[in-house]
């Protein structure tokens, strides 16, 4: 996304006040007919103290008094300081007026005492909203940049966030993977051989791919593969894994790296028994073109207190992953079934750009 220049905020302030005045200056000339033989450019000059009196107290609020006083919590200061200065503003209005008007007649004199005060209270009622107009606009001005430096701070604590949560990420699993490569030195020392070849298959996965935010689907299926055949080795004939991806070629799909190798490395934990039967099922798919679903279901064996093959962290760092990469935008299930245990991982899709 095209960032948006803050030179070019700056202008379009600058336009949007330089309309305004330009307005509020032209409204003589707006509601004057062509038939007008009432305007005069003395009348107008007399007018233009009306605008120039409103930017005083405008400006004078924007610039210095808000931020002076308001901004530093010193209400009865900034009250005082704008009583004191639309009083000024009104008398000189009043006396730049009275230097424009024809001299008066004794009716018309008599008339103009008896009218100064309602005179005198609309133009004190036009200040007092000119200067809430400018409190207003300062205040939203200041509540803009409030919430993008707020954005901006998340967005850093996120990231930083997020980094700390992959660098745990991979040692986590490399120590799960590697007991499970302990265990098969035990049984086969030529398939442990092998598995460590495919490990590092996995590990140049982890360690490349997993610096990037996020991955072509396709890339994360072949990892999950590699890790399941790789687990596949030291299982006992009496463990069924089925697999079941049915997802479209050359999709677009773009994922978190290693997201759902947590449920899977959690099924291969808590799913396997050496002496009984076991199964682990893993199932990947679309829905309405705009979702991805991972459903895992295993038996259950749960750990007893002595056994060290994990931390339990992985959970922890994967509703932590996803509350960062996707939030409002997933789905996280885990439950007990009457044969085992399911676990369910719905994604918003995200496509390559093109």
């Not at 030179?7 to 949007?16: A, F, G, M, S, V």
């Not at 994360?220 to 890790?227: A, M, P, T, V």
């Not at 049915?246 to 799913?271: C, D, M, Q, R």
């Not at 992985?314 to 789905?331: A, I, M």
Request: aromatic share 12%; charged share 20%.
């Amino acid at each position: 996304m095209k960032q948006f220049n803050p030179d070019n905020k700056k202008i379009l302030e600058i336009l949007i006040h330089v309309m305004g005045w330009g307005i509020m200056f032209g409204i003589p000339l707006f509601f004057m007919g062509r038939e007008d033989s009432n305007f005069s450019f003395a009348k107008y000059v007399g007018f233009l103290a009306i605008p120039f009196s409103f930017m005083a107290v405008f400006y004078l609020n924007y610039f210095y008094l808000i931020d002076k006083y308001l901004f530093t919590k010193q209400v009865g200061k900034y009250i005082l300081s704008n009583i004191f200065l639309i009083g000024v503003v009104c008398i000189g209005l009043h006396f730049w007026m009275e230097m424009h008007r024809p001299e008066p007649d004794d009716i018309q004199r008599h008339k103009k005492a008896a009218d100064a005060l309602v005179f005198f209270l609309r133009d004190v009622t036009s200040f007092l909203l000119i200067a809430g107009l400018s409190v207003g606009i300062k205040m939203t001005g200041k509540w803009y940049q409030t919430e993008a430096r707020r954005k901006e701070l998340e967005t850093s604590n996120a990231e930083a966030e997020l980094k700390n949560l992959k660098s745990q990420l991979n040692p986590h699993f490399l120590f799960n993977t590697l007991n499970n490569i302990y265990a098969l030195v035990a049984v086969s020392p030529q398939k442990a051989q092998g598995a460590i070849h495919d490990l590092s298959k996995l590990l140049r996965y982890v360690l490349y791919d997993n610096n990037q935010d996020f991955v072509p689907i396709e890339k994360e299926i072949d990892f999950i593969k590699n890790y399941v055949e790789l687990m596949r080795i030291r299982l006992s004939w009496q463990v069924k894994i089925e697999t079941d991806i049915s997802l479209p070629a050359h999709s677009g799909i773009l994922v978190a790296p290693l997201l759902f190798i947590t449920l899977i490395e959690n099924a291969f934990k808590h799913g396997v028994s050496n002496d009984k039967p076991s199964f682990i099922s893993i199932n990947f798919h679309t829905e309405n073109g705009n979702k991805i679903i991972c459903s895992v279901a295993n038996s259950s064996f749960p750990k007893d207190s002595k056994d060290k093959s994990g931390s339990g962290i992985g959970l922890v760092n994967l509703q932590k992953r996803l509350e960062l990469l996707y939030p409002g935008q997933y789905t996280l299930q885990n439950e007990r079934t009457d044969n085992g245990y399911l676990s369910v991982l719905i994604l918003n899709l995200k496509k390559e750009k093109v």
